[in-house]
Nanobody, 124 residues
Framework: QVQLVESGGGLVQAGGSLKLSCAPS????????VGWFRQAPGKEREFVAAIRLSGGLDYYSSLKDRFTISTDNAKNMVHLQMNGLKPEDTAIYYCAATRSAFNNWPNRSSYDYWGQGTQVTVSS
């Protein structure tokens, strides 16, 4: 099955930026729709952003002005650029993938493969 590895998390001060990466193992990333989710302690896992097989982008409405999802085909990776980070952005961030071209992107059930997550901590 598909293995996804997230990287790029860490500790950053409020207002700073981080760039997360999701790398599939033994797969071509452009053959998959990829989404990013996050889960804070004691909270439900929530949708962040997705890039469809068509190349179209989806964002949680409150994040679209600060977060950007993109695909780097040359490096076979999907990135999540996060700017203007706030303490409430602190969470474990997961990438997920599916071969399906027709899904409800904010729904976790739309994705078949999940990474182990990378911790993002934003200090005040």
């Amino acid at each position: 099955q598909v293995q996804l590895v997230e990287s790029g998390g860490g500790l950053v001060q409020a207002g700073g930026s981080l760039k997360l990466s999701c790398a599939p193992s033994g797969r071509t990333v452009s053959n998959y729709a990829v989404g990013w989710f996050r889960q804070a302690p004691g909270k439900e896992r929530e949708f962040v952003a997705a890039i469809r097989l068509s190349g179209g982008l989806d964002y949680y409405s409150s994040l679209k002005d600060r977060f950007t999802i993109s695909t780097d085909n040359a490096k076979n990776m999907v990135h999540l650029q996060m700017n203007g980070l706030k303490p409430e952005d602190t969470a474990i961030y997961y990438c997920a993938a599916t071969r399906s071209a027709f899904n409800n992107w904010p729904n976790r059930s739309s994705y078949d493969y999940w990474g182990q997550g990378t911790q993002v901590t934003v200090s005040s």
